[in-house]
């Protein structure tokens, strides 16, 4: 069976630090990969998206970037953080050849800058 | 463009109440229908899916939702609620292809007394 990890679950980082979250799945191959943020109070923001090895859709003009420099793993990066940057990071993976297209969630990561 | 609407934030309902969260959604053509559930701290859960044939779908915890077209709706249901069906509540809609991204609602969150 599939699965998905993230880590780490839970950061603390001052304001100007880098960040790196990283996200892996296992069991499958070639998914799309997602990153998605979630703020205090509010809906799902999709960050990034992949549909391959190098391949990155940027959906928010920010201070983050993803690299996918494996099929399954999906990280998500930042040279210098800033306090709106906190948050609950969401990574998610899908099927290509799975029509019904429903994602697959991590269990999150909460950055909290600082 | 997509978009998906739930016009409840909260919903507060008493233990063995029954349940209705609303979710309306606007799509082109057929669209893939989704709930998910998120408890605190968690990543999503899919509770349920809709994407052809019968209108009624049912889901995993005892969840339902119903299809319909005409009113561009996809409710989810529940005819008894438990205390740990206390969460957040996302309705989606997507579609098939390759660079499928899924609109997600701003989410309902559940509270449940006892």
């Known amino acids: 069976s599939q699965t998905i990890h993230q880590w780490p679950a839970t950061l603390v980082q001052p304001v100007g630090s880098p960040l790196s979250l990283e996200c892996t799945v296992e069991?499958?191959?070639?998914?799309?990969l997602y990153w998605y943020r979630q703020a205090a109070g509010r809906g799902l923001q999709l960050l990034f998206y992949?549909?391959?090895?190098?391949?990155i859709s940027s959906e928010v003009p920010q201070n983050l970037s993803a690299s996918r420099p494996q099929d399954r793993q999906f990280i998500l990066s930042s040279k210098k953080l800033l306090l709106s940057d906190s948050g609950f990071y969401l990574c998610?993976?899908?099927?290509?050849?799975?029509?019904?297209?429903?994602?697959?969630f991590g269990e999150g990561s909460r950055l909290t800058v600082l | 463009a997509q978009s998906v609407t739930q016009p409840d934030i909260h919903i507060t309902v008493s233990e063995g109440a029954s349940l209705e969260l609303r979710c309306n959604y606007s799509y082109g053509a057929t669209p893939y229908l989704f709930w998910y559930v998120q408890s605190p701290g968690q990543g999503l859960q899919l509770l349920l899916k809709y994407f052809s044939g019968d209108t009624l779908v049912q889901g995993i915890k005892g969840f339902e939702a119903e299809f319909k077209r005409s009113q561009s709706s996809f409710n989810l249901r529940k005819p008894s609620v438990h205390w740990s069906d206390a969460a957040e509540y996302f309705c989606?809609?997507?579609?098939?292809?390759?660079?499928?991204?899924?609109?997600f609602g701003r989410g309902t969150s559940l509270i449940v007394h006892p």
């Open positions: 998610a993976w899908r099927l290509k050849d799975r029509d019904t297209g429903e994602l697959f």
């Open positions: 069991g499958t191959s070639n998914p799309n």
């Open positions: 992949s549909v391959g090895i190098g391949q």
């Open positions: 989606a809609v997507g579609a098939s292809g390759g660079s499928y991204i899924p609109t």
